[in-house]
C-alpha cells in the first residue's frame, strides 16, 4: 500500500541534505583530474567509479572535507558501510559536519550496540532532523536497558504534529519487542487510516500481534482484507500457520538493534519519491548494514538503484535475501528485472525460469517470466507463460485479475490469432468493465480490421472519459474519426494527442494524414519529415517516405486500399 506522508517535507525536516560545514582548510595539492572524475561519477551515481576517484584524490589531499563528504556518500551508495564510517571519523575529527557522515556515525555506535554514544547530547541534534533523531534516541534508551525514558521519548515524537503514526509505530514495535502486546494492539487500534500504520510490514507486526493475544480470528481478518490474492508463500504461510491454531512468532523486530535499523528503514520509505533516489538510498543502506538480510529494506535498494540505473549494484543487493525469506521470490525478480535492464535477457530469463522450475505454482513469478518475454516480444514464449498463470487463477476470477488476460491478448493479436486473442480481451472487460487500457486498445483493434465501428468508437470515448490526458488513447479516437471518413472531426482531437505525445512516430504520422485529408497538405508533409526523424520502425519509416515521395491519395491507390472521398462518401 503506498505512502505519502502529508507533511512529509516539513515534519521528516531530512529531504534537504544540509550543507557541508567546514572547520578547515586543506592546504593539500589538489588531484584536479581525480576530483573532477569523482564528482562526475557522483553526479551520475556511478557509486564504484566514484569510491575508486574519490580514494584516488583523497591520496593527494587527505585532510580535505570536501573529498571525504563526497568519498562517504559514495561508499553509502555501495554498501559499504565500513568504509563510510572509517571517512566519517576522519571528517569528525576536522570538526567538519555533514549529514551522511553523521549517519554513518549512527550506524556505527548502532552495530556496535554503543547506545551511550547514541545518547550523547548533541547541540540540535545528531543530525537536525527531528524525527530520525528522535527515534534514534528512544530505541538507544530500550537498547540501554531504559524503558520508561524509551517510551516517554516515543510519546514526544507521537505528539509532535506530522510525526504522530511513525511515533505509534515504532513505540507498538517496542512495546512487543518487551512482550506487551495488549499495549501494542492498542496503539494499532488508534491508528489512523492510510497512515504509516496502514503499511505492508506494519500490517504483517499487526497480525503477528493479534496472533500473540490469541485473537486469531481477528489476524485471519486482517490477513485476508490486506493481501487478498497476493502469491508470497510467507503470508500463505502465515495464514495456514493461524488456520492451524499455531501462534505466529512476533519477529518483525527482536531487539533493539532491529529497531534502529526499522527506523532508517521507515524514513527510506517515508523518503521514496520524495528525496532523490540517492539520498534516501543511504537511509535504505544503513538499515541493510544494522540488520543483515532485511528483505523489505533490500528490495527498496535494488529498486533506487534500478532507478538510478545502476544494475548491476541492483543485481547484487537483490542477491543478498535470503532464499528462506518471505521476500526471496520478489527478490528474484527484481534481479532478473535489473539483468534485463542491463541488457543480459538470457540471464533475466534464465532467473525466473530458474524458479519457477522449483516453484511452478508461484504466480507472481510465472507473470513476471511472461511479462518480461512480452516486453522481448517473444510473442509465442509469452503467451505460453501467460498460459501457465492463467492456470492458477482462481475461479471464478476476480477483478484484479483482467490485466493477466489483457496481457496475453496482446501476445495473441501480435501473432495474429484474432480469434484467440479476442475472447482475452472480452474477458478481461468483463473482470474490469470501464478499464481504458483494454477499451483503447481492443476498440483500436476493431478500427484497424474494420469491424464494429460504433462498439469501437463507444470503447474509446469511454476511455477518453477516463483517461482525457492519454495521448494514445485520444490518437485512438482520433483515427476513429479518420478511419470513418470524418476527417474535420478528427483535426482537433489529433492535434491535442499531438501535444501530449510530441515525439511519438505513429501519432505524428496520423496528424499528416489528418492534415493530409482535409486539405493541408504543406502541414501534412511537415509532420510526416516530424515522424520521420522520431526513429519510426521500418515499415511505417518506408510507409512515410513513400507518402512524402507521392502523397497519401497515391499511396493508398498503390496499396488498392479505398481513396479518402470514398471512405468518406461510405459514411
Known amino acids: 500500500m503506498p505512502f505519502r506522508p502529508t507533511l512529509a517535507a516539513a515534519a521528516l525536516a531530512i529531504c534537504a541534505q544540509p550543507a557541508l560545514l567546514r572547520a578547515d582548510t586543506a592546504t593539500d595539492t589538489l588531484d ?31 585532510g580535505d572535507a570536501d573529498m571525504m ?12 558501510i565500513d568504509a563510510a564510517i572509517e571517512v566519517a571519523k576522519r571528517l569528525a575529527v576536522t570538526g567538519t ?17 554503543d547506545y551511550a554514544a547514541l545518547l550523547k547530547p548533541v547541540e540540535g541534534g545528531r543530525t537536525g532532523a527531528l524525527l530520525l533523531d528522535g527515534l534514534i534516541e528512544a530505541w538507544a534508551e530500550l537498547g540501554a536497558g531504559s524503558m520508561t525514558e524509551a517510551l516517554d521519548a516515543f510519546d514526544r515524537i507521537i505528539k509532535t504534529k506530522g510525526l504522530e503514526s511513525f511515533g505509534q509505530f515504532h513505540k507498538a514495535l517496542a512495546l512487543a519487542t518487551a512482550g506487551d502486546f495488549e499495549g501494542a494492539e492498542k496503539l494499532f487500534g488508534d491508528a489512523k487510516p492510510g497512515s504509516i500504520m496502514s503499511l505492508r510490514r506494519a500490517t504483517i507486526a499487526h497480525i503477528q500481534i493479534l496472533s500473540q493475544l490469541d485473537r486469531t480470528a481477528d489476524a485471519l481478518t486482517l490477513l485476508d482484507k490486506t493481501f487478498q490474492g497476493e502469491g508470497d508463500p510467507s503470508i500463505a504461510a502465515m495464514r495456514a ?5 499455531k501462534p505466529v512468532p512476533f519477529d518483525i523486530i527482536r531487539n533493539a538493534t532491529d529497531g534502529l535499523a526499522e527506523v ?8 521514496n519519491g520524495e528525496a532523490s533516489d540517492g539520498f534516501t538510498l543511504q537511509y535504505a543502506r544503513i538499515a541493510t548494514y544494522l540488520r543483515p538480510g532485511f528483505a523489505d529494506a533490500i528490495l527498496l535498494v535494488g529498486a533506487m538503484l534500478e532507478n538510478q540505473k545502476q544494475y548491476d549494484l541492483a543485481t547484487e543487493a537483490y542477491a543478498t535475501v535470503p532464499p528462506d525469506d518471505g521476500g526471496f521470490y520478489a527478490a528474484e525478480i527484481g534481479r532478473a528485472r535489473a539483468l534485463q535492464a542491463a541488457g543480459k535477457l538470457d540471464a533475466a530469463l534464465e532467473v525466473l525460469r530458474g524458479q519457477i522450475r522449483s516453484n511452478p505454482k508461484l504466480m507472481s513469478l510465472q507473470l513476471a ?20 498463470a492463467i492456470a492458477l487463477i482462481p475461479q471464478p476470477a476476480t477483478a484484479g485479475y483482467w490485466a493477466v488476460y489483457y496481457s496475453r491478448a496482446i501476445t495473441l493479436e501480435r501473432q495474429k490469432l484474432w480469434d484467440k486473442a479476442e475472447p482475452d480481451f472480452r474477458k478481461a472487460l468483463e473482470l474490469e468493465p470501464d478499464q481504458p487500457q483494454v477499451l483503447n486498445y481492443l476498440g483500436y483493434s476493431y478500427l484497424e480490421r474494420g469491424e464494429n465501428y460504433d462498439e469501437a468508437l463507444s470503447m474509446i470515448q469511454r476511455a477518453v472519459a477516463q483517461r482525457p490526458d492519454s495521448g494514445y488513447i485520444i490518437d485512438s479516437l482520433a483515427w476513429g474519426y479518420f478511419l470513418a471518413g470524418r476527417y474535420a472531426d478528427a483535426v482537433e482531437p489529433m492535434e491535442h494527442a499531438s501535444l501530449l505525445e510530441p515525439v511519438d512516430p505513429t501519432v505524428t ?10 486539405d493541408r497538405k504543406l502541414e501534412a508533409r511537415f509532420q510526416w519529415r516530424r ?4 526513429n519510426p520502425e521500418e515499415a511505417l519509416a518506408t510507409r512515410l517516405r513513400r507518402k512524402l515521395e507521392i502523397g497519401l491519395d497515391a499511396v493508398l491507390k498503390e496499396e488498392g486500399a479505398k481513396s479518402l472521398a470514398d471512405v468518406a462518401n461510405d459514411k
Open 32 to 62: 584536479p583530474g581525480a576530483y573532477l572524475a569523482a564528482r562526475v561519477a557522483g553526479d551520475s551515481a556511478d557509486y564504484h567509479e566514484a569510491a575508486h576517484w574519490y580514494s584516488r584524490a583523497l591520496i593527494a589531499t587527505p
Open 69 to 80: 563528504a563526497g568519498a562517504i556518500i559514495a561508499q553509502l551508495g555501495l554498501g559499504n
Open 97 to 113: 559536519k555533514s549529514q551522511p557522515a553523521e549517519l554513518a556515525l549512527i550506524a556505527d555506535e548502532a552495530k556496535r550496540e
Open 241 to 245: 500457520q493461524l488456520i492451524a491454531g
Open 264 to 271: 532508517f528503514f521507515t524514513l527510506a520509505v517515508a523518503l
Open 369 to 388: 517470466l511472461a511479462d518480461m518475454l512480452r516486453g522481448a516480444e517473444r510473442w509465442p514464449e509469452a503467451t505460453e507463460a501467460y498460459n501457465a
Open 509 to 518: 504520422d496520423h496528424l499528416g494524414d489528418v492534415y493530409w485529408a482535409v
Open 531 to 534: 515522424a520521420l526523424s522520431f
